[in-house]
DNA sequence: CTTCTATTCAACCGAACAGTTGAATACAAG
DNA sequence: CTTGTATTCAACTGTTCGGTTGAATAGAAG
């Protein structure tokens, strides 16, 4: 599937595991062995969910000697936050205008408006 | 399944068209129908992804007559600004302080460090 | 009561996903 | 060259996901 690149990233940290690989590799870089350690699946498992996270550009790995330590991309989560805030933003406006038309208009019985759809 | 909060509103925004409903009900509440109508898909998976986004808490919805108009919950997408800000900068912070110590010692010849793990 | 509109429920299908086991690759080191 | 360590590839499996069709429910309106 080549889903687009926000897709990728949301449904990366859609897992609970993988979120927590991003949460201790923001600490420092890890190998696959290092970062396997704290849970209770094979090393084929942990090396499936770093593939996600690298195909989703969270993570890059560097090579030294038969490790492969891997690094975290900040930066990637800022196209979360971007999008995240643009909508969060617009229903905010929103709901500010809606206020000001309501104060603005105090009395208005509203009528059972039978043709409005 | 019974998955975490965050775990459902990310994997309800990993897909592009539940986040494409989303920007919209940014704009205003919508019906069904209405959310329906830009998709080529059936009025039944309109209603499955609007039970996801409902499901992670994205989305509530009245009762008017036979419509179901949709409501976007905007303060749920903070969980998410939250998770990812702490980890981004706990990163840069990280890499701001590995800059520190680097300019605080310009020369060092790196040894081969053999027996550095 | 019947019909039309809006929406959901239920059962099914194929693709993708998260995990497994077993074999393969890549180096380092004896 | 052989062994040990780190990691990945390949094949398989059960579950979840996004979609479908067809039937059901809820309310408005003739």
Redesign the interface.
């Known amino acids: 599937m080549v ?2 690149r ?2 990728r990233v ?2 990366a ?4 595991t993988r ?1 927590d690989m ?2 201790r ?4 870089d890890a190998t696959v062995n290092e970062l396997a350690a704290p849970y209770d699946v094979t090393l084929q498992a942990v090396s499936k969910h770093l593939k996600v996270l690298e195909d989703a550009g969270l993570v890059s790995r560097r090579r030294d000697a038969q490790r492969r330590p891997v690094h ?1 991309e ?1 930066e990637v ?2 196209l ?2 971007a ?3 643009r ?2 933003r ?3 406006e ?1 709901y500010r205008r809606l206020d000001e038309v309501l104060r603005s208009m105090p009395d208005e019985p509203p009528p059972p408006t039978p043709t409005d759809r």
Do not use: K, N
């Not at 940290?13 to 609970?16: C, E, I, K, Q, S």
């Not at 590799?25 to 420092?28: I, R």
């Open positions: 889903a687009d926000l897709s949301m449904s940290l859609a897992d609970p979120r991003v949460a590799l923001a600490v420092g975290l900040a989560l800022d979360m936050t999008w995240i805030d909508y969060r617009q229903a905010e929103r």
